[in-house]
């Protein structure tokens, strides 16, 4: 009996042993994985407020004091879930209709988009870029002006400037005018992009409103690992691109071409139309959309150049995309310019004194 609890008693003993060690050897090995995984990046989201205020528009407040100026947006919320007028927050300079009705004001540019409604602007700097997952706007007065947040693949914090900058649009709107003036988290759904961002604009549109808007903060959500859906570019069409060569407008009749030579169709019903009346016509057009008309053919080419399209022109709406190179491509067709419109153009170095004077 004794001989056999003995030996009972020593079986166990080397099942411990035996589990021990192999549990010893699982904890060693997940000790290795994880400190492998602890290298590859992971899918968390990351929560930040704004670090620094980098450019706006305008501010209510004056440049020597806090009161309602732009750097109130920078860190966490001041007064915010707290409704009503406070000195702590953000507040463009203008509301409502009454300055575009006042005798100073000016005329509205041709040509103008109809989805372009942003009047004011301020773009704000995170310390982390991430792929965004959503942008929360604390809007503590009179919410509803937010009509667009961009994104931008430029790192205002990083000593080496980009060779390209780009700017994409997360979320975009018509101008509002919410029931209550009580303060509101703002959290649009926003599309994603295919490149990570620690920069952040913000336009709005305060025309509708009855007093002014006020934010307290901003908040960029986002993961530092790329997402799949935003794997896939897509294409996009620069305003950059408005080559009018004419080796450019002579290929375009390359399809047509029978024996080496051009076919000649003529131009259609375009050919019995007053010169006056295709002017008029594309007098409605915008200007990308003018541009990329120019190069259909000669006879459209002709029209889109001619210089009474241009006796006044806006290129605000285009801010993000103009540079050096697309002022010289209108250079020639600006000969009877009479107004100009550069509002918001030139940041980062995109327009320089050079390219503006030529």
Known sequence: MLTLMSMFYYICLRRRSRSGTRGEALTSRRAVESGQRA????????????KEVLDFSSHYGSENSMSYTMWNLAGVPNVYPSSGDFTQTAVFRAYGKWWEQCASAPPPFRRTPKGFHSQDYIELGFEEPVYPTAVDV????????IVQIMACSHN???QNPPTDVRWEVLWSGEPTKVLTPQARQFSPNIKHINF????LRIEVNSSLL???????AVILRGVKERPMLARYKMPIIDINDLSDSEEELSDLGGPFRQGGEAK????GYFDKLPYEL????LSHLTLPDLCRLAQSCKLLHQHCCDPLQYTQLSLQPYWGRLSDAALGHLQSRCTLLQRLNLSWIGNRGALTLTGFSR
């Open 196 to 199: 990570p961002t620690n920069l």
């Open 278 to 281: 295709i002017q008029l016509i």
């Open 210 to 216: 009855d007093y002014y808007t006020e934010l307290d």
């Open 138 to 145: 604390l809007e503590t007065y009179y919410p509803g002006a």
């Open 39 to 50: 290298v590859l990046p992971v899918s968390v989201e990351v929560e930040q407020y704004a």
């Open 156 to 158: 205002p914090f990083s």
């Open 264 to 267: 000649r169709t003529g131009n």
